[in-house]
């Protein structure tokens, strides 16, 4: 049925987007109509773009200062920029990051920069004669030239046979960064470093000065620790293992398309722990199924036609006094991918207070599918601020203690958060103030911030002097947050501190937070962190007494996996054991969500609202609140309470970047924009670019056919959900598919095929005869058997239309087994699939006859059919099948609906209205949404 009422498709209604193209081809204009609600006015925002008579963009202006320039004819545009006659940029001016100036030489590498046209933030650059930099200066506050960075090259190297067996030769050896130096002993013939040393600067306080031409005299500012790192690589360069700078082991394994299997770590000194295996992908390359080192297992399922994550389960082993479920989630999405609302079906009516609830999340999005408005749950009594609330301890939350919230979102024409608005067991209202002239913008204070006066809390750069705590901000001459200070004294004691430190490739390389121990002595205890490959270590030290030293071992499964090994030389606490591993368990924002310990046992449970900041924090006691260090969308959050992303930091309470975008205009002109204001559906990796987590990358697609016998099963009795499932005819009752006369054997191998992709089953496979009988048998009396039973012998030879008939027919038959192997809300999308797989094979047979009439008898018999002769015939079977397999799908997909509703009869009926299946019947696409 259609849902009668569509909410996202009235506010959609006409508001197309308009692109207008200038004679010379050039986008001019890009207008976008937003509203809110389906009655709401429509609010045209338009983009201007003008080009130089060579066709370079000379300007672009966002909707906002386009209406305000319209007004006030000084406000200039977001970006404009002169180019040389090639195209190159020689000086860009940005209202919200300041004006650079650049001068190229004539190998178009450029050596001079000029910020806001001040001779203290001159930058200049040295090359060889291949082009490659050799030096970094910059100038100081004062003018003085300093030498940032210096790269050393492997012919420059004095044993040049070593050089030459470490493939060295043209590539950088050494390099002197603003941190210290990076020293790589050996390449890859891909160029992935096979060994790397780190070494940091003596003194950090005054930035590094790399002057003369004497290596030995750089080397002579570098502290003595040395940290090296060993790599080793296959041919394809995929990592096989790591030998980390204290002498652990990363060890990978790969299947043989190149996909990740395992991963094992051997702690210095005992053996080997494998953390993550079994993992398995479908046709597509998307992770299905991974086993933690806990015996905790993920098991993942994505629309057929999309790709789209649908349902996430993760399972621990069952044990007396414990829930085996950790996770069961499901996704829903509008058409054109937004997550609108996610459900936990995990999470009992005794997790909180409000039985409606539950588990469930669900946003909200305007015209331009930036978010508007959410609901979840949060700890009571609490205000999202820059840290988390006080954990509730123990993990067993007290009914009391949780609350649902709901929040609404406004934005400008450009993008710029303009009010948060809270309603919960502590409601606010949040108002931010935007510049009249850029897109910097601040939270309204009590007094009053005119918005006048917003450009004068930042730097010419767009770098922000405070932040609304009472931190002041310090930037180094890259524009990276250089140090913040969080308590400022006045009585001669320090102040407190955090001091960051980068390599060449602008990430941070070491943290460094001081705070004052005694107003008597002065005395300051220092937590020093220094980020290695595959390792962080956290020193701490009261005075000049070191009091911790903390080893963590960082290994990333997926997007979804993340698992830390916390090994203490020193100071270990006395309610955690040395060695621990923690296992995360992340949703499709990459967040932390629970911490396992070895025995999957929770340590820690955080729950996020959607521009990040914590709204559920419980931990098993405050010891292991101490030691999380990942959170939000996976990131270090710092005691500033910004999120650390690599290129730039966040500040979850204001939902934007805290600088402009060092990218530039990449991800669109307002450069503060966190992910399109569409934190559910899109993220940022790195702080440059944001992605869509509805389009999934995708891995290699499998291309073997290694499934020489399938058992298909009926459901279980008391269905998928544990409950009786209706009688129908839509439950198919294949008997099994067997090859020859060992019929009925199960080969353990369905894992290595998923089968909805039909194009990517190759002609060519090992084993095309996987497919060569393809029997289906014992259907219910109320429904003909789609496939009825033929005999096993094999025509031979066969023509390569059979050979690929019978490739489909064995890889239906993969899918088919692999669906019997999930349970609950992922067995009924696994069914789903199915059924939409019978009948893109039944379609993708109509090709193959098309393409090859005269062997229509083979290709029918290879999938269990009689011999029809003509291709009219043939047809009229293979049309009745997919108006069968796709009356299963729809009658699958009510059960789906019906088991829902009985499970939760507190849950409010339009959490189910949208969930929406996609069925492609006959070339047509019908969409159906199941109360």
Known sequence: ??????????????????????????????????????????????????????????????????????????????????????????????????????????????????????????????????????????????????????????????????????????????????????????????????????????????????????????????????????????????????????????????????????????????????????????????????????????????????????????????????????????????????????????????????????????????????????????????????????????????????????????????????????????????????????????????????????????????????????????WNRYNQLAQVTTVTRSDGNPNDTESYFYDGQGQRVCKESKTLQSTDSGSVNTIQTLYLPGLTLRRTYYGSTLNEELHTLSIHGSSDQDIRILHWEAGAPTDIANDQYRYSVNNQTRSNLIELDANAD????????????????????????????????????????????GFRYYIPWMARWVNPDPAGYSDGLNVYEMTRNNPATYFDPDGHHSFSYSVPDSGVPWMFMLLPALLVLRPPERGWLDEPLPDHPGILELSHFDRGPASGTETGNEEYIDGYLLEDVPLDSPSPEAGDAFVASGMSAEAAPLLPERPLASPAPASRATLKARELAGNLGALRAATETHTGTVRYTAEIEYAQTMVNTLTAIEKLIIDDPGHVAEIMEALGFPATETMHEAFDILHTQKGRSSEIAQSIATDLGTQMKRLHANKPVQAFNSSTYYLHMDGATTMSSHA
């Open 1 to 474: 049925m259609i849902d009668s009422y569509d909410e996202i498709g009235r506010v959609c209604a006409n508001t197309p987007d308009i692109t207008v193209f200038d004679v010379c081809g050039n986008v001019a204009r890009q207008v976008q109509s937003n509203r809110i609600l389906p009655d709401d006015p429509l609010e045209i925002r338009i983009t201007r773009n003008t080009y130089s008579i060579n066709g370079f963009l000379v300007s672009s202006i966002d909707p906002r200062l386009f209406d305000l320039q319209q007004q006030d004819s000084t406000v200039q545009p977001n970006v404009s920029q002169l180019n040389d006659l090639t195209g190159r940029c020689l000086r860009s001016d940005s209202v919200d990051a300041g004006k650079r100036t650049l001068v190229w030489d004539v190998a178009g590498n450029p050596f001079l920069q000029f910020l806001d046209d001040d001779a203290t933030r001159q930058s200049r650059f040295d090359y060889d004669t291949l082009g490659r930099p050799t030096a970094a200066y910059q100038n100081d506050a004062t003018g003085t030239e300093r030498v940032r960075e210096r790269w050393c090259y492997g012919e420059g190297e004095s044993d040049q046979t070593a050089a030459r067996a470490g493939n060295l030769l043209g590539r950088c050896v050494r390099h002197y960064d603003t941190a210290g130096r990076r020293s790589i002993s050996g390449y890859t013939p891909g160029g992935k470093p096979l060994g790397e040393t780190r070494q940091l600067v003596k003194d950090r306080s005054q930035g590094t000065d790399w002057q003369g031409a004497d290596d030995a005299a750089w080397a002579a500012l570098l502290e003595t620790n040395a940290y090296t790192s060993t790599h080793a690589y296959d041919a394809l360069d995929n990592p096989l293992s790591l030998l980390d700078a204290v002498g652990n082991r990363h060890d990978r394994t790969y299947n043989v398309a190149g996909q990740l299997v395992s991963i094992a770590i051997t702690q210095k000194g005992k053996d080997a722990v494998t953390v993550i295996s079994d993992i398995r992908y479908d046709a597509n390359g998307l992770r299905i199924f991974d086993r933690l080192g806990n015996n905790v297992t993920n098991e993942h399922s994505y629309d057929p036609a999309t790709r789209r994550l649908i349902a996430s389960q993760t399972l621990r082993p069952e044990q007396e006094g414990r829930d085996p479920m950790l996770q069961d989630l499901y996704y829903d999405y509008d058409p054109v991918g937004n997550i609108i609302a996610t459900y936990n079906y995990a999470l009992n009516d005794s997790d909180n207070d409000n039985a409606g609830m539950l588990g469930e999340s669900t946003f909200t999005y305007d015209a331009c599918y930036q978010l508007c408005a959410t609901s979840a749950r949060e700890n009571a009594r609490t205000r999202q601020g820059p840290m988390p609330p006080d954990p509730i301890t123990p993990i067993v939350i007290d009914p009391t203690q949780m609350s649902p919230y709901g929040r609404t979102y406004r934005y400008d024409k450009g993008g710029n958060l303009q009010q948060i608005k809270h309603e919960g067991a502590v409601s606010f209202t949040q108002d931010f103030v935007v510049s009249a002239r850029s897109n910097r913008s601040v939270l309204q204070t009590a007094t009053g911030i005119d918005p006048g006066a917003v450009d004068a809390l930042f730097d010419a750069q767009g770098n922000p002097a405070t932040l609304s705590t009472g931190a002041t901000l310090a």
């Open 602 to 645: 929770i340590l820690t449970l955080e729950e996020y609202y959607p521009f990040g900041g914590t709204a559920v924090w419980s931990t098993k006691n405050t010891t292991e609140a101490k030691y999380k260090f990942q959170r939000y969308a996976g990131k270090e959050r710092d005691v500033t309470g910004l999120y650390y992303y």
